[in-house]
């Protein structure tokens, strides 16, 4: 089998390699040509994968490197994927967001409609949710632009589907983390910081919303579903979560207590860090996934954080060593 994965370079795409080689895969990665490379996720497997420069940008990239590969599967898991950078940058993200997936989705239906394709769909598409949990059913309610250019990425891809007969599915993710999360987001955020203070580096945490609330998996379990969603007779939409969630300020307690520190001494909340649009509360119900794919998380929250930290923790203690 081979499988083409746009954004291979990032958190999520370095794990499904990953898991898509135990499969037995041969691997494509897409990768954007850039004057500084980042390929630190998957250089633990760069012999091991193919890499083909094109862009979501650019139409005829895109049809050019199907056609060369001739992939079985394509996951797309390529975008700008930094939901308050959305707000400084919104035509950007709506043009990779959403205009790259229809641009994706419009190569395959003229290379070869026969080629399975999975969208990232995000929870970040309910924003301001109409119900709590959040099942397939769901409306939408975004409430940022990165949420925006995700519910139409999610519905082109319904479109291709219905109007083409590919066999077109999207797992609307909730949020997933690791190691190799950026530092950006919450998690690594937190999980970085208090590796910073525990080494000395830093002496305290500046944070937004604490009580905001989030359902958060492992990405190596989340990268599994997305591989089932593939392997179903018909294409769908499925919620990939917990179904638990917890707030920032749980989080940031764990991962702080992890390390032996009290977070209230450290960490500081900066009224510029809260988003112009917060969403409060998500929390999935991944019934579906679990009755129809036989998918299950199986990484509990805090033992997540916990190993996110030692992660960090390690790291920090190599730079200082060679200091």
């Known amino acids: 089998m081979k499988a083409l994965i746009t954004g291979i370079t990032g958190q999520d795409g370095s ?14 990665g897409m990768v954007r040509r850039s004057s500084t490379e980042n390929f630190e996720r998957i250089n633990h497997i760069r012999d091991k994968i193919n890499l083909h420069q094109a862009d979501l940008l650019d139409q005829l990239s895109l049809i050019e490197m199907i056609e060369e590969i001739q992939p079985e599967e394509v996951y797309n898991l390529a975008a700008q994927s930094f939901v308050p950078t959305s707000w400084t940058q919104p035509v950007l993200t709506g043009e990779f967001n959403a205009l790259g997936v229809t641009k994706i989705l419009e190569a395959i239906r003229l290379v070869n409609p026969k ?13 301001k949710v109409r119900e ?10 975004p409430r940022s632009p990165y949420g925006v250019a995700k519910v139409y990425a999610h519905w082109i891809t319904v479109n291709y589907r219905e109007s083409y007969d590919i066999h077109a599915s999207s797992g609307i993710l ?36 604490l009580d905001a609330k989030r359902d958060w998996g492992y990405a190596r379990d989340y990268v599994k579903a997305m591989w ?24 940031v307690e764990i ?69």
């Open 132 to 141: 709590v949990p959040q099942t397939e059913k769901t409306p939408f309610y």
């Open 15 to 28: 794990y499904l390699a990953e898991f898509l080689l135990e499969k037995g895969y041969q691997i494509h």
């Open 115 to 127: 080629i399975k394709f999975y969208q990232a769909s995000s929870s970040e598409m309910f924003g």
């Open 228 to 251: 089932l969603i593939l392997k179903q007779p018909q294409p769908d939409n499925y919620v990939i979560a917990t179904g638990i969630n917890h707030s920032v300020r749980e989080l």
């Open 174 to 209: 909730f949020n997933h983390e690791s190691p190799r999360r950026g530092k950006e987001f919450v998690s690594r955020k937190v999980t970085d910081g208090v590796a910073r203070i525990k080494s000395g580096l830093a002496n305290e945490l500046f944070m937004g919303n």
């Open 255 to 323: 991962a702080f207590s992890h390390a032996g520190l009290d977070y209230k001494k450290y960490v500081k909340v900066d009224p510029k860090l809260v988003r112009p649009a917060e969403v409060d509360v998500l929390l999935g119900d991944p019934s579906l996934a679990k009755n129809k794919l036989g998918w299950e998380p199986e990484m509990k929250f805090e033992d997540m954080i916990k190993m996110m930290v030692d992660a960090d923790l390690k790291r920090y203690g190599r730079i200082l060593k060679e200091k």
